[in-house]
């Protein structure tokens, strides 16, 4: 396992309860700037737990892909214990971009069967309730529907 200069640099940082402080203190500062009205920081006990900051990211990072995976396919999902810090952290980049993608796909695929049940509605070949809410159509709907349906 090859570890990139970032990996090595937090393998090599001990001080994992001044580490965690430090992003406490980032986490705070951001929180303050930008408003925010709740937030959470790392709780400083589980310090004890780790005996170095690459070890501490890298049970988050596993943690997260845990939770990516659930979030996107409906169950957990564990990483290698081979994987390094960086190698989990690209799993969960390109598990979030396939994800994204197939939400994006389906809002398409939901537009579409909305303008269909539009059209049908437009046709007078359903009625307006037939999606499971009143769909209030335009004038100009109905004229293209039965426009196109003539074949104009």
Do not use: P
């Amino acid at each position: 396992m090859t570890l990139s200069a970032r990996e090595l640099s937090l393998l090599s940082n001990t001080d994992v309860l001044g580490y965690i402080q430090a992003q406490n203190a980032e986490r705070d500062a951001q929180a303050k700037a930008e408003g925010w009205s709740f937030w959470t920081n790392m709780a400083e006990a589980i310090a004890s737990d780790y005996t170095n900051v690459y070890e501490l990211e890298l049970s988050f990072a596993r943690g997260t892909y845990a939770d990516v995976h659930k979030d996107a396919w409906g169950f957990k999902g564990y990483v290698s214990d081979e994987l390094t810090l960086e190698q989990v952290e690209e799993e969960i980049e390109k598990m979030s971009d396939m994800a994204a993608e197939e939400y994006k796909a389906e809002q398409e695929w939901l537009a579409e069967q909305k303008q269909m049940e539009r059209d049908q509605i437009a046709l007078g070949l359903t009625d307006t309730m037939s999606c499971g809410e009143e769909v209030e159509l335009e004038e100009w709907e109905v004229y293209e529907a039965k426009a196109e349906s003539e074949g104009y």
